[in-house]
């Protein structure tokens, strides 16, 4: 059988959450791949960046079903039914698809903003050649556009496997991004990951330099819902209790507006790294990806050809 779509797989996946418990990604993999008859063989089917298709068919139906405001996220990857999920439930719907979920403001609001984040990677799609295109556009120009489209779905899929793994291997990973970009050193004695309880609102420390002169603390928020100014005013107050004048705070979804005018209005020095970025961040210092293939572009050399 093949591996189902994601709209297929949200009804089943409320469903599974219809006991009013509190459940993670991976408990509801284990359940719904019996219903749609998957084998072992494919459940090991991955995507190009290394994702399990199924699970990634599971993530994507969670996070619409969350924009929706049927299931609410409790934090450590935990989530739940919400009230609006067990009306919906109770209507004995025998599908739920995407036009179903339009009903609903909060979807209307986040397809808005995926279509708007898409503008750019939609232009660059739109150049790719075509019986309408040839001939309209440079070579040069068709491949720069297709390496934008490449790159804008490299960054969708960084997060979406991000999201897949545990809080504490997502601070981890941000302690060696900022290895990679070049703080202290090596990791074993550049990075620290704290994390859990008592950590102050502190994920983890790294040394600005080899000589662990100084010290940059990093907040690490693996969410789907954007940060709140209070979150960033927290984090400034972990800073300042810790009598540290710099930090990271770094998160897989984004930032408002007010926190990056906070964080200029402030003594301490903060930087604000939002999804898009990050997985930006890892494709350029090539953690988490793998090169996969590259292409000399050549022209001629025209100096060659002139005769003495």
Not at 19 to 44: I, M, T, Y
Not at 210 to 231: F, H, M, P, S, T
Not at 241 to 268: E, R
Request: with cysteine; charged share 30%.
């Amino acid at each position: 059988m093949p591996i189902p779509d994601y709209e297929t797989v949200m009804l089943p996946l409320l469903k599974f959450l219809s006991d009013g418990q509190n459940h993670k990604l991976s408990e509801a993999v284990e359940c719904l791949a019996p219903q749609f008859n998957l084998s072992e063989s494919e459940r090991k089917i991955r995507l190009k960046s290394g994702v399990l298709k199924f699970d990634n068919k599971v993530a994507f139906a969670k996070t619409y079903l969350k924009q929706a405001g049927l299931l609410e996220l409790l934090g450590s990857g935990f989530f739940r039914l919400t009230k609006r999920g067990q009306d919906i439930l109770n209507e004995n719907l025998k599908n739920l698809d995407v036009e179903f979920l339009m009903r609903f403001p909060e979807f209307v609001d986040f397809r808005g903003r995926i279509k708007s984040s898409k503008g750019k990677e939609d232009r660059a799609a739109e150049a790719i050649p075509n019986q309408n295109l040839v001939g309209r556009q440079m070579p040069e120009e068709l491949i720069e556009a297709g390496y934008g489209e490449i790159l804008q779905s490299l960054k969708r899929d960084i997060l979406q496997q991000v999201m897949l793994c545990s809080p504490k291997f997502f601070e981890k990973m941000v302690v060696e991004l900022l290895v990679k970009i070049g703080y202290g050193g090596s990791l074993q004695d550049a990075g620290q990951a704290i994390g859990g309880s008592g950590d102050a609102g502190i994920d983890g420390i790294i040394k600005e330099d080899k000589l662990g002169l100084d010290a940059i603390y990093i907040q690490a928020k693996r969410w789907e819902n954007n940060v709140a100014i209070k979150d960033v005013r927290d984090f400034v107050g972990s800073l300042v209790g810790k009598k540290a004048t710099k930090g990271v705070f770094i998160t897989t979804s984004d930032f408002p507006k007010d926190a990056h005018s906070f964080v200029q209005s402030i003594q301490q020095k903060v930087v604000l790294i939002n999804g898009e970025q990050l997985a930006q961040l890892m494709i350029d210092h090539d953690l988490g990806v793998s090169r996969q293939a590259s292409y000399d572009i050549k022209k001629v050399d025209a100096d060659y050809f002139i005769e003495e």
